[in-house]
């Protein structure tokens, strides 16, 4: 479980597509993370299968490399990280569980000194009965408060300091972004 809190950004290093798929990240890790531990890489939860000094691999399954944006990126393209939510932790973003429904694609960006409205088209329609007014989504990772919302497109407000301490400062008009909907929205739509 993780909260939308992005603690950092890796440098995306390498994607082995072949049968087994692996991901290989730069990035400082805490001590304390081991092998086999759960970390969110742009929103999706990928399990630590190696640790070499700063370099971080990850398993992936074709169901990841399908639903995500990770076979988008280049060497050197800065990835968000977050740690998973410890039971004592501060819940600072929303809950997050790090499995993400698929992607939306970058509409525009208007900046100020304020915010940035970053608005993304969608093209799955079953998406919109997740999207609420003032309700949460998740893109790269990045906890997020829904400001727009229209059959397909959704708009969202980003601070000066979410822009400048995670990967939405290099998104480019068309690009594909991971989406994970509410997920408490998910559960109460799903509770028939």
Partial sequence: MFTGIVQGMAKFKSLDKSSSPVLVVEYE?????????????????????ERNGNLLSFN?????????????QNKGDFLNVELPLRM???????????????V???RSINKSRESSKFSFTYTNRDWK????????????????????????????????????TTNLQYLR?????????????KYLYNLN
């Fill in 29 to 49: 890790l805490e001590d304390e993370v081991r092998i086999g531990d759960s970390i969110a890489i742009n929103g999706s939860c990928l399990t630590l299968i």
């Fill in 60 to 72: 992936l399954s074709r169901e990841t490399l399908k639903l995500t944006n990770i076979a988008d």
């Fill in 88 to 102: 004592n932790d501060f819940l600072g973003g929303h809950l997050v569980s790090g499995h993400v429904d698929g």
């Fill in 104 to 106: 939306v694609r970058l």
């Fill in 129 to 164: 009965k997740f999207l609420i007014p003032k309700g949460s989504v998740t893109l790269n990772g990045v906890s997020l408060t829904l400001t727009e919302i229209s059959t397909s497109f959704f708009s969202v407000e980003v601070i000066p300091h979410t822009l400048r």
């Fill in 173 to 185: 008009i068309g690009q594909r972004v991971n989406l994970e909907l509410d997920l408490i929205a």
